[in-house]
């Protein structure tokens, strides 16, 4: 018999029914990605483990996590500023309430362990595991958040994306991501791939996203170049966001410029890439860095600066360049983006100074991590 579990109730209870591991990273699919990742990573290690996520009703997780077959647990919102300020002392309420619904979700499910990706679900997460289940804190960005920053204070364990995220003691292990990405074999799809969207087979292709609602510096600047983009041979997938709409100026004989509302089959969108240009989220970052790709980042101008310094590894490493939003017009992309698309070798040194910054194994490094703090 393992006498670790007779010395340990929590583990004598674990040896007895199913892993039940409760993720918090609702709000954005920023936060909700990492969380499914190490859902999928903890199952292929445990096939038995339950898990369960935490959102609330207005969150992107009420279509991403039922899509992934994990069940979906609501609890009250509780926004959080990103200083500590005078709008922190207006939350006791809300999060008196959260705390109370989550800890009768957690009582619920068993669970053996909370693991948060920061946003506005893990900080009543965090506080109501604290002194009941052991927490794990994750944080994506380079600069953490108010919720990790608590979190991180009586977790068991708090790793990051990358060094220097604020956390003290954080290990860094990159961003858990979906296994469809990390194993992705661009090469081998891309007939397929430009086949799906309706792009040249072999023309210099460049994908164009800003995110799941689209970018309007990206949209006005990519739709204004349009025309020189297609005389010079360069096809273009733009992702414009389901809100917005572009005319582009489809030149005679040129590879396509296909313009679409929104990427259903990202890893075909990346495959069919030779360059991407897009915003720097800790996802987007993270998944362009382990498929090799080269990017222009284009950090969004709002927040605190957090996405500059995602892509900051990247950039320093010789794999990405950073264009300011203000910079990022129809005449930067003709100077600048254009001459790049239409240079091989400078893209593949790019792409193999971006596959050196990147962390394809996070996802299982963390489900290890999950399950050992678990007493699994």
Wanted: positive net charge.
């Amino acid at each position: 018999m393992d006498q670790g579990a007779l010395g340990d109730p929590r583990g004598a209870a674990a040896a007895r029914r199913p892993l039940s591991v409760v993720v918090a990273g609702g709000g954005t699919a920023g936060h909700v990605e990492p969380a499914m990742a190490l859902a999928d990573a903890v199952r292929r290690l445990r096939p038995d483990a339950r898990v369960t996520a935490l959102g609330t009703e207005r969150g992107l997780e009420n279509r991403l996590v039922p899509a992934r077959g994990y069940p979906l647990e609501l609890i009250p919102p509780v926004p959080m500023p990103r200083k500590p300020n005078v709008d922190l002392l207006k939350l006791p309420l809300k999060v008196r309430d959260s705390v109370k619904q989550t800890r009768a979700v957690l009582d619920r499910v068993g669970a053996d362990v909370v693991v948060g990706f920061g946003g506005y679900v893990s900080l009543p997460a965090y506080l109501a595991a604290r002194g009941r289940v052991p927490i794990v804190v994750h944080e994506a960005n380079a600069r953490a958040g108010l919720a990790n920053k608590v979190g991180a204070k009586f977790a068991e364990r708090v790793l990051a994306a990358t060094p220097d995220s604020g956390l003290p003691g954080a290990q860094t292990i990159g961003i858990p991501l979906r296994e469809s990405i990390t194993r992705l074999d661009r090469w081998a799809l891309r007939a397929q791939a430009r086949q799906h969207f309706g792009l040249h087979p072999h023309a210099p292709t460049i994908l164009v996203f800003g995110g799941s609602q689209g970018a309007r510096t990206l949209n006005t600047a990519f739709s204004g170049a349009a025309e020189a983009l297609g005389r010079a041979g360069i096809g273009v997938l733009h992702a414009h966001g389901p809100k917005n709409t572009i005319a582009v100026q489809q030149v005679p004989g040129a590879p396509v410029y296909n313009a679409v509302p929104y990427l259903e089959r990202m890893d075909l969108a990346y495959a069919a890439a030779d360059l991407v240009v897009c915003r720097s989220g800790a996802m987007t970052v993270a998944e362009v860095s382990a498929l090799g790709l080269p990017a222009v980042f284009v950090p969004l101008p709002h927040g605190n600066g957090e996405q500059a310094l995602n892509a900051q590894p990247v950039v320093a490493q010789g794999g990405a360049r950073l264009v300011a939003d203000e910079d990022m017009t129809s005449q930067k992309v003709i100077d600048e983006v254009l001459p790049l698309a239409l240079d091989p070798q400078r893209l593949q040194e790019m792409s193999r100074a971006t596959l050196g910054s990147g962390h394809r194994e996070a996802d299982h490094v963390l489900a290890q991590i999950v399950l050992e703090v678990a007493g699994q």
